[in-house]
């Protein structure tokens, strides 16, 4: 199975600041496509996770332009730039090469 | 698009329990549905997929003796099955659209709690 392993666990961010989150995975998730099958998930308290990035740098449907993520084959980060405090919650990457699918521990950004 | 989960289950160990995931707003077999569960405080787990077009599943290796994934389309909800429930099986269940077997979870069900208790 490919380990996804995230850090930092705990994040504090003042607000207007710039959060990064960093994702590295035990293989390379680079696909015979080119693109590199990571993706990156929030969820809030309360509800279920929701995209946020998709084969690592493409923003889904309705995620902040704020949100972007960037990396390659082992290493990936998922930045929020000025961050506020509804970008509060627990975010998650997530390897969609192989199955099973395996998520990182998540990582809590919250507003110092 | 929307995931429609049915509601709070509270079991005894060695029960088994019956999830449903009824979907709307899309072509029910044109997309799997996988399952992914978090415990308590926890993170996400994934459990496997359904694909309705072909009633095909994959599960992951844990659950393959325990789970069933299945789907009825007249109604189009996915359905997941666990027998022999333990104490470490309680959790939320989440049920999720995505286009292949290993793409994206673009849409996710509320989720189910599931709590295993004597």
Redesign the interface.
Known sequence: DIVMTQSPLSLPVSPGETASISCRASQSLLHTSGYS?V?W?VQKAG?????LI??GSNR??GAPVKISGSGSGTDFTLTISRVEAEDVGVY?C?Q???????????TKVEIK | VQLVQSGTEMKKPGASVKVSCQTSGYTFTAYYV?W?RQAPGQ????VG?FNPNSDGT?L??KFQDRVTLTGDTSIRTAFMEMRSLRSDDAATY?C?RSEG???????????TLLTVSS
């Open positions: 099958f993706d998930y509800q279920s996770p929701q995209l998709y084969m889904a449907s998650f997530m969609a090469l192989q199955t099973p699918l395996t998520f990182g521990g998540g | 996988q992914v993170g996400l787990e994934w997929w994959r992951a290796p989440f999720a077997d290993t793409t994206m979870l673009d849409s996710w069900g509320p989720g």
